[in-house]
Protein backbone atom coordinates (compact mmCIF):
# COMPACT_ATOMS: atom_id res chain seq x y z
CA UNK A 1 0.00 0.00 0.00
CA UNK A 2 1.29 3.11 -1.37
CA UNK A 3 2.37 5.57 1.68
CA UNK A 4 3.73 8.99 1.63
CA UNK A 5 5.52 11.05 4.40
CA UNK A 6 6.59 14.68 4.32
CA UNK A 7 9.93 16.17 6.30
CA UNK A 8 11.52 18.82 6.50
CA UNK A 9 12.20 21.92 8.39
CA UNK A 10 9.34 22.88 10.19
CA UNK A 11 10.44 26.42 11.42
CA UNK A 12 11.22 29.03 8.25
CA UNK A 13 12.89 32.41 8.83
CA UNK A 14 10.94 35.45 6.92
CA UNK A 15 12.90 35.47 3.72
CA UNK A 16 14.49 32.64 3.73
CA UNK A 17 13.44 29.01 1.80
CA UNK A 18 11.69 26.64 2.61
CA UNK A 19 12.40 22.88 1.74
CA UNK A 20 10.56 19.70 2.48
CA UNK A 21 10.67 16.31 1.21
CA UNK A 22 8.20 13.84 0.46
CA UNK A 23 9.31 9.83 0.61
CA UNK A 24 6.93 7.88 -1.50
CA UNK A 25 6.98 3.90 0.11
CA UNK A 26 4.81 1.01 -1.20
CA UNK A 27 5.51 2.31 -4.78
CA UNK A 28 7.78 3.53 -7.11
CA UNK A 29 7.86 7.15 -8.33
CA UNK A 30 9.33 6.45 -11.31
CA UNK A 31 6.02 4.61 -12.17
CA UNK A 32 3.97 5.74 -15.26
CA UNK A 33 -0.08 7.46 -14.90
CA UNK A 34 1.02 9.64 -11.85
CA UNK A 35 1.82 13.19 -10.67
CA UNK A 36 3.33 14.39 -7.44
CA UNK A 37 1.86 16.80 -5.80
CA UNK A 38 2.50 19.72 -3.10
CA UNK A 39 -0.86 21.08 -1.62
CA UNK A 40 -0.72 23.20 1.93
CA UNK A 41 -3.62 24.55 4.38
CA UNK A 42 -2.93 27.96 6.34
CA UNK A 43 -3.99 27.02 10.13
CA UNK A 44 -7.88 27.26 10.15
CA UNK A 45 -8.53 27.77 6.51
CA UNK A 46 -8.79 25.88 3.10
CA UNK A 47 -6.62 23.64 0.58
CA UNK A 48 -4.23 25.61 -1.65
CA UNK A 49 -2.76 23.40 -4.31
CA UNK A 50 0.82 24.78 -4.96
CA UNK A 51 2.19 22.11 -7.92
CA UNK A 52 3.12 18.87 -8.90
CA UNK A 53 5.74 16.91 -10.69
CA UNK A 54 4.79 14.34 -13.63
CA UNK A 55 7.21 10.54 -13.10
CA UNK A 56 8.65 12.21 -16.36
CA UNK A 57 9.93 15.49 -14.67
CA UNK A 58 7.77 18.30 -15.98
CA UNK A 59 6.34 20.41 -13.26
CA UNK A 60 2.96 22.67 -13.48
CA UNK A 61 3.13 25.40 -10.43
CA UNK A 62 0.40 27.60 -9.44
CA UNK A 63 0.77 31.02 -10.71
CA UNK A 64 0.01 32.56 -7.63
CA UNK A 65 3.42 31.14 -6.40
CA UNK A 66 5.30 29.98 -9.70
CA UNK A 67 7.59 32.48 -9.05
CA UNK A 68 8.84 31.30 -5.61
CA UNK A 69 7.96 27.51 -6.12
CA UNK A 70 10.52 24.86 -7.51
CA UNK A 71 8.98 20.84 -7.36
CA UNK A 72 11.67 18.18 -7.93
CA UNK A 73 12.63 14.31 -7.55
CA UNK A 74 15.08 12.02 -6.48
CA UNK A 75 14.29 8.79 -8.49
CA UNK A 76 17.48 6.99 -6.35
CA UNK A 77 15.78 7.99 -3.53
CA UNK A 78 12.09 7.75 -4.28
CA UNK A 79 11.54 10.83 -3.29
CA UNK A 80 10.44 14.56 -4.20
CA UNK A 81 10.67 17.97 -2.92
CA UNK A 82 9.46 21.00 -2.59
CA UNK A 83 11.50 24.65 -2.43
CA UNK A 84 9.50 27.76 -1.51
CA UNK A 85 11.86 31.20 -1.49
CA UNK A 86 11.50 34.41 0.18
CA UNK A 87 8.91 32.91 2.60
CA UNK A 88 7.07 35.48 4.63
CA UNK A 89 4.15 34.53 7.54
CA UNK A 90 1.47 33.74 4.53
CA UNK A 91 3.27 30.99 3.68
CA UNK A 92 2.75 29.78 7.58
CA UNK A 93 1.22 26.44 6.52
CA UNK A 94 0.12 22.60 7.10
CA UNK A 95 1.97 20.89 4.08
CA UNK A 96 1.02 17.69 2.11
CA UNK A 97 2.20 15.72 -0.11
CA UNK A 98 -0.09 13.83 -2.77
CA UNK A 99 0.07 11.51 -5.21
CA UNK A 100 -2.33 12.04 -8.19
CA UNK A 101 -3.57 8.90 -10.34
CA UNK A 102 -4.98 9.15 -13.96
CA UNK A 103 -7.50 8.13 -15.67
CA UNK A 104 -9.54 8.26 -18.84
CA UNK A 105 -12.47 9.62 -20.00
CA UNK A 106 -13.77 9.81 -23.67
CA UNK A 107 -10.07 9.67 -24.36
CA UNK A 108 -8.91 12.81 -22.31
CA UNK A 109 -6.20 11.96 -19.65
CA UNK A 110 -7.41 13.21 -16.19
CA UNK A 111 -5.58 13.08 -12.44
CA UNK A 112 -7.12 13.29 -9.23
CA UNK A 113 -5.44 13.11 -6.19
CA UNK A 114 -5.91 9.66 -4.08
CA UNK A 115 -3.23 8.81 -1.59
CA UNK A 116 -1.88 11.73 1.00
CA UNK A 117 1.13 12.35 3.34
CA UNK A 118 0.13 12.93 6.90
CA UNK A 119 1.47 16.54 6.27
CA UNK A 120 3.86 18.66 8.35
CA UNK A 121 3.45 22.25 9.74
CA UNK A 122 5.86 24.91 8.91
CA UNK A 123 6.11 27.94 10.47
CA UNK A 124 7.85 31.18 9.32
CA UNK A 125 8.66 33.23 11.84
CA UNK A 126 11.96 35.20 13.04
CA UNK B 1 -8.53 29.99 -12.94
CA UNK B 2 -11.43 27.83 -12.43
CA UNK B 3 -13.21 29.23 -8.79
CA UNK B 4 -14.84 26.34 -6.98
CA UNK B 5 -17.94 27.96 -4.90
CA UNK B 6 -19.54 25.34 -2.33
CA UNK B 7 -22.53 25.94 -0.42
CA UNK B 8 -23.35 25.54 2.72
CA UNK B 9 -19.76 26.95 4.13
CA UNK B 10 -21.26 24.74 7.51
CA UNK B 11 -24.62 23.07 8.47
CA UNK B 12 -26.14 20.85 11.55
CA UNK B 13 -27.25 17.68 11.05
CA UNK B 14 -28.30 14.86 13.15
CA UNK B 15 -27.08 11.21 12.89
CA UNK B 16 -29.69 9.75 9.81
CA UNK B 17 -30.28 12.55 8.19
CA UNK B 18 -29.91 12.99 4.20
CA UNK B 19 -27.01 15.78 3.85
CA UNK B 20 -26.61 17.60 0.54
CA UNK B 21 -23.60 19.71 0.00
CA UNK B 22 -23.18 21.65 -3.45
CA UNK B 23 -20.25 23.09 -5.08
CA UNK B 24 -20.33 25.73 -8.16
CA UNK B 25 -17.22 25.44 -10.75
CA UNK B 26 -16.82 29.36 -12.75
CA UNK B 27 -16.86 27.74 -16.09
CA UNK B 28 -17.60 23.83 -17.11
CA UNK B 29 -15.35 21.19 -15.73
CA UNK B 30 -16.75 18.25 -17.43
CA UNK B 31 -16.95 15.84 -14.52
CA UNK B 32 -13.13 16.84 -13.88
CA UNK B 33 -14.11 17.02 -9.85
CA UNK B 34 -13.45 15.11 -6.68
CA UNK B 35 -14.63 15.03 -3.03
CA UNK B 36 -12.61 15.27 0.01
CA UNK B 37 -13.50 14.43 4.18
CA UNK B 38 -10.79 16.08 6.24
CA UNK B 39 -11.08 15.81 10.04
CA UNK B 40 -9.32 18.02 12.67
CA UNK B 41 -5.78 17.08 12.52
CA UNK B 42 -6.05 14.67 9.76
CA UNK B 43 -4.88 15.01 6.22
CA UNK B 44 -8.25 15.04 3.35
CA UNK B 45 -9.42 11.52 2.52
CA UNK B 46 -10.81 11.06 -1.08
CA UNK B 47 -14.32 10.24 -1.06
CA UNK B 48 -15.53 10.41 -4.76
CA UNK B 49 -13.82 11.32 -8.23
CA UNK B 50 -15.00 12.07 -11.55
CA UNK B 51 -17.64 13.46 -9.74
CA UNK B 52 -19.59 10.38 -8.77
CA UNK B 53 -16.90 7.41 -8.46
CA UNK B 54 -17.00 6.05 -5.38
CA UNK B 55 -13.22 5.18 -3.73
CA UNK B 56 -12.52 1.87 -2.88
CA UNK B 57 -13.18 1.40 0.82
CA UNK B 58 -15.66 4.69 0.85
CA UNK B 59 -18.97 3.74 2.53
CA UNK B 60 -21.87 3.82 0.10
CA UNK B 61 -23.81 6.25 2.10
CA UNK B 62 -21.51 8.89 0.06
CA UNK B 63 -22.74 9.79 -3.49
CA UNK B 64 -21.84 12.27 -6.06
CA UNK B 65 -24.11 13.83 -8.95
CA UNK B 66 -23.74 16.89 -11.41
CA UNK B 67 -22.71 17.62 -14.63
CA UNK B 68 -21.56 21.51 -16.25
CA UNK B 69 -20.97 23.92 -13.52
CA UNK B 70 -22.81 22.20 -10.84
CA UNK B 71 -21.93 19.09 -8.49
CA UNK B 72 -23.39 17.47 -5.71
CA UNK B 73 -22.57 15.75 -2.55
CA UNK B 74 -25.14 13.47 -0.65
CA UNK B 75 -24.48 11.79 2.45
CA UNK B 76 -27.77 9.31 2.50
CA UNK B 77 -27.80 8.95 6.23
CA UNK B 78 -25.08 10.83 8.66
CA UNK B 79 -23.15 8.68 10.44
CA UNK B 80 -21.28 9.86 14.13
CA UNK B 81 -17.82 9.24 11.79
CA UNK B 82 -19.43 11.65 9.51
CA UNK B 83 -19.17 15.18 11.07
CA UNK B 84 -15.86 16.57 9.09
CA UNK B 85 -15.66 19.31 6.99
CA UNK B 86 -15.62 18.38 3.47
CA UNK B 87 -14.00 19.76 0.03
CA UNK B 88 -14.68 19.90 -3.36
CA UNK B 89 -11.43 19.95 -5.94
CA UNK B 90 -11.32 20.61 -9.40
CA UNK B 91 -8.98 18.74 -11.66
CA UNK B 92 -9.85 20.05 -15.34
CA UNK B 93 -7.67 20.58 -18.04
CA UNK B 94 -4.59 23.24 -17.69
CA UNK B 95 -3.83 23.50 -13.40
CA UNK B 96 -4.08 24.89 -11.29
CA UNK B 97 -6.33 23.04 -9.64
CA UNK B 98 -8.60 24.68 -7.37
CA UNK B 99 -10.41 23.93 -4.26
CA UNK B 100 -14.11 24.96 -2.92
CA UNK B 101 -13.75 26.68 0.65
CA UNK B 102 -15.42 24.10 2.38
CA UNK B 103 -18.12 22.95 4.26
CA UNK B 104 -18.70 21.53 7.83
CA UNK B 105 -20.71 19.42 8.97
CA UNK B 106 -21.68 19.74 12.60
CA UNK B 107 -23.98 17.59 15.39
CA UNK B 108 -26.99 19.46 15.70
Known amino acids: QLQLQESGSGLVKPSQTLSLTCAVSGGSISSGGYSWSWIRQPPGKGLEWIGY???????YYNPSLKSRVTISVDRSKNQFSLKLSSVTAADTAVYYC??????????????????WGKGTTVTVSS | DIQMTQSPSSLSASVGDRVTITCRAS??????LAWYQQKPGKAPKLLLYAASRLESGVPSRFSGSGSGTDYTLTISSLQPEDFATYYCQQYYSTPPWTFGQGTKVEIK
Open chain 1, 53 to 59: IYHSGST
Open chain 1, 98 to 115: ARAVRYFDWLEAYYYMDV
Open chain 2, 27 to 32: QGISNS
